[in-house]
């Protein structure tokens, strides 16, 4: 029997469904993406998919010629991101299998939003500023990141090439519960 979005809800909150659990299932629809990749490769979850995924991208970033080619396979990880970690669907991470810490989620986050802002909006200084994010994306989410001390951005420091010299996270202010993860660019002193 399927139930209907003004039934009383199966949880037995008392709420119809449609205002309960539904966004839960939802995102448990989405997770049968997830189920069939688990199905080909055991160790897979959501987490590590989307670790592996940047730091594939990255590899290929900083050791090949852009092309359309590479730039659509970014904008798809983009778009990806930015609908899993969202709404009903971050539930298929946390319901399904290994989710991120909140920092590494805003993380990533960020990084989506600027590679979209990059790649659709395709401005020349966010184009130059791809593989310092991605480098720094790809080795802070795979090193992992504590949430001991809340960090809500991140300082990268990069030569005139665009390759990372340096980064440092920042620390959010005390007793502060961070929404939005920062990401600062800046080349030889100068901020992008
Ligand atoms: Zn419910």
Same mark, same amino acid.
């Given at each position: 029997?399927?139930?209907?979005?003004?039934?009383?809800?199966?949880?037995?909150?008392?709420?119809?469904?449609?205002?309960?659990?539904?966004?839960? !299932?939802?995102?448990?629809?989405?997770?049968?993406?997830?189920?069939?990749?688990?199905?080909? !490769?055991?160790?897979?979850?959501?987490?590590?998919?989307?670790?592996?995924?940047?730091?594939?991208?990255?590899?290929?970033?900083?050791?090949?010629?852009?092309?359309?080619?590479?730039?659509?396979?970014?904008?798809?990880?983009?778009?990806?991101?930015?609908?899993?970690?969202?709404?009903?669907?971050?539930?298929?991470?946390?319901?399904?299998?290994?989710?991120?810490?909140?920092?590494?989620?805003?993380?990533?986050? %960020?990084?989506?939003?600027?590679?979209?802002?990059?790649?659709?909006?395709?401005?020349?200084?966010?184009?130059?500023?791809?593989?310092?994010?991605?480098?720094?994306?790809?080795?802070?989410?795979?090193?992992?990141?504590?949430?001991? %001390?809340?960090?809500?951005?991140?300082?990268?420091?990069?030569?005139?090439?665009?390759?990372?010299?340096?980064?440092?996270?920042?620390?959010?202010?005390?007793?502060?519960?961070?929404?939005?993860?920062?990401?600062?660019?800046?080349?030889?002193?100068?901020?992008?």
């Amino acid at each position: 029997m399927k139930i209907g979005r003004n039934d009383p809800c199966f949880c037995g909150s008392g709420k119809k469904y449609k205002k309960c659990c539904i966004d839960r !299932d939802i995102a448990f629809a989405d997770s049968v993406k997830f189920a069939e990749r688990k199905k080909a !490769d055991p160790t897979f979850t959501p987490r590590s998919y989307y670790i592996n995924r940047v730091t594939a991208l990255n590899d290929r970033l900083q050791n090949e010629a852009r092309s359309e080619e590479l730039d659509a396979e970014l904008m798809e990880l983009a778009g990806d991101a930015l609908d899993d970690l969202d709404g009903a669907s971050l539930h298929a991470f946390t319901r399904y299998g290994e989710g991120f810490l909140p920092t590494e989620r805003r993380l990533l986050q %960020a990084l989506a939003n600027r590679l979209w802002g990059a790649l659709v909006f395709g401005e020349f200084q966010e184009q130059e500023i791809l593989r310092p994010l991605m480098a720094f994306a790809a080795s802070t989410l795979a090193e992992g990141i504590s949430e001991a %001390a809340p960090i809500d951005g991140a300082v990268l420091t990069t030569d005139e090439d665009g390759n990372l010299l340096n980064s440092s996270l920042k620390r959010a202010a005390e007793g502060e519960e961070p929404e939005v993860f920062e990401l600062d660019i800046q080349v030889e002193g100068s901020t992008l």
